[in-house]
């Protein structure tokens, strides 16, 4: 049943015949399905119906309830039990990710620095066989002094190593005021880790027309990340890509922790292509290739890399950048790792 839902009105052992009868009623007033289950020690009522009516009934707060237990998931458009049942493929520029027989590299600079730098990376991860290339153009940056990036300048120069090259352009979106020149030159447009839980920002990037790659945020639970997935594809846009991108634990050996169990649980609650970002979670080049091959094990449908010809003198993640020079080799490594599941890099 597309759209509905249920739940589950717990009464307390001491409710009485006209308080279980007042849920009913109340409960009957939005038209969902009610079945009264009387147990031998406490009543339960279940629901199935629209979830957002119910929800809005306060039924919390009513004399004789003990709890209100959703059945169903929170999320609704993004959930592959209540939208869809086969798995959403994304096509960009001609390519498609997710479906199951592709597995997307999308390499790059963490930001475009020069014209140089970006055209320098761009030839050198085509030549390795990336799929797309990243690029940031406006960066959220911890400290207000930090390099925030080249803005629209920086997408011209994106939009040249497209032509050179002919790989996509993924860059993300940072500010709504932005978004008109991003949509001219981005082919996905990203939202980052710390703008997953900017809600208004989300429903803008839906509007887009472009493919989004939607970001986990630092804290969030995969459950958040799935209802701001809604936030996209409620604007009509089924075009959404997961990332897995690390989460903060009380591990601070690597930069946040890469939260694997998240690819195959993503990957049966949801429909849609789910991607991993292992740069940002290690925060260190020597664990991004083993990750990286964790990832495409484990059922990534791609994986967004940074790479950069100079990490030394990067402005922004140099510590966990590739070096160019070795990235044909990283790629050649994950491709055999995706190949294990039956994808080939596309
Ligand atoms: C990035 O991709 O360069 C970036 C800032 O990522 P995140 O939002 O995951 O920190
Ligand atoms: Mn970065």
Same mark, same amino acid.
């Given at each position: 049943?597309?759209?509905?839902?249920a739940v589950?009105v717990?009464m307390?052992?001491?409710?009485? %015949?006209? %308080?279980?009868?007042a849920?009913?009623?109340r409960?009957?007033?939005?038209?969902?399905?009610?079945?009264v289950?009387p147990?031998?020690?406490?009543?339960?009522?279940?629901?199935?119906? @629209?979830?957002?009516?119910? /929800?809005? &009934?306060?039924l919390?707060?009513l004399?004789?309830?003990?709890?209100?237990?959703?059945?169903?998931?929170?999320?609704?458009?993004?959930?592959?039990?209540?939208?869809?049942?086969?798995?959403?493929?994304?096509?960009v520029?001609?390519?498609?990710?997710g479906?199951g027989?592709?597995?997307?590299?999308?390499?790059?600079?963490?930001?475009?620095? /020069?014209?140089?730098?970006?055209?320098?990376?761009?030839?050198?991860?085509k030549?390795?066989?990336a799929?797309?290339?990243?690029?940031?153009?406006? =960066?959220?940056?911890?400290?207000?002094?930090?390099? =925030?990036?080249?803005?629209v300048?920086?997408? %011209?120069?994106?939009a *040249?190593?497209?032509?050179?090259?002919?790989?996509?352009?993924?860059?993300e979106?940072?500010?709504?005021?932005?978004a +008109?020149?991003i949509?001219?030159?981005?082919?996905?447009?990203q939202?980052?880790?710390?703008?997953?839980?900017?809600?208004?920002?989300?429903?803008?990037a839906? =509007?887009?027309?472009?493919?989004?790659?939607? =970001?986990?945020?630092? /804290?969030?639970?995969? +459950?958040?990340?799935l209802?701001?997935? @809604?936030?996209?594809?409620?604007?009509g846009?089924?075009a959404?890509?997961?990332?897995e991108r690390? !989460?903060?634990?009380?591990e601070?050996?690597?930069?946040?922790?890469? @939260? &694997?169990?998240?690819v195959?649980?993503?990957k049966?609650?949801s429909?849609?292509?789910?991607?991993?970002?292992?740069?940002?979670?290690?925060? @260190?080049?020597?664990?991004? %290739?083993p990750?990286s091959?964790?990832?495409?094990?484990?059922?990534?449908?791609? !994986?967004?890399?940074e790479?950069a010809?100079?990490? *030394?003198?990067a402005l922004?993640?140099?510590?966990q950048?590739?070096?160019a020079?070795?990235?044909?080799?990283?790629?050649?490594?994950?491709?055999?790792?995706?190949?294990?599941?039956?994808?080939?890099?596309?």
């Open positions: 049943m597309r759209g509905s839902a589950m717990v307390t052992p001491q409710a009485s %015949e006209a %308080e279980i009868a849920v009913v009623a409960l009957e007033t939005t038209g969902v399905h009610v079945l289950m147990g031998e020690l406490t009543t339960a009522i279940g629901a199935i119906g @629209d979830p957002e009516r119910v /929800s809005e &009934l306060g919390e707060g004399a004789g309830v003990d709890r209100v237990v959703p059945i169903s998931r929170p999320y609704k458009l993004a959930s592959s039990e209540l939208a869809h049942h086969e798995p959403t493929t994304v096509a520029a001609g390519r498609q990710v479906g027989d592709t597995f997307c590299l999308i390499a790059g600079p963490c930001t475009v620095e /020069s014209r140089e730098q970006t055209l320098a990376v761009a030839e050198a991860v030549a390795g066989g799929s797309m290339l990243r690029g940031g153009a406006f =960066k959220p940056r911890t400290s207000p002094f930090a390099f =925030k990036g080249l803005g300048p920086a997408l %011209e120069i994106l *040249e190593a497209r032509a050179a090259t002919g790989l996509p352009i993924v860059t979106l940072l500010d709504a005021q932005h +008109d020149a949509a001219q030159h981005a082919d996905v447009v939202i980052g880790a710390r703008n997953m839980q900017n809600y208004a920002l989300l429903e803008v839906g =509007k887009l027309g472009k493919p989004v790659l939607l =970001k986990r945020g630092l /804290s969030s639970t995969v +459950d958040e990340l209802m701001a997935a @809604d936030y996209v594809l409620k604007e846009n089924e959404v890509l997961l990332c690390g !989460i903060r634990t009380f601070t050996a690597t930069r946040f922790t890469l @939260d &694997l169990s998240a195959p649980w993503l049966l609650h429909h849609l292509p789910v991607i991993v970002d292992p740069s940002h979670a290690a925060g @260190d080049r020597r664990l991004v %290739e990750l091959r964790a990832a495409a094990a484990v059922g990534a449908d791609g !994986i967004i890399v790479v010809q100079d990490p *030394e003198a922004c993640d140099g510590p950048a590739l070096y020079r070795d990235f044909a080799t990283y790629a050649a490594g994950v491709a055999a790792h995706a190949a294990l599941l039956g994808k080939r890099v596309a």
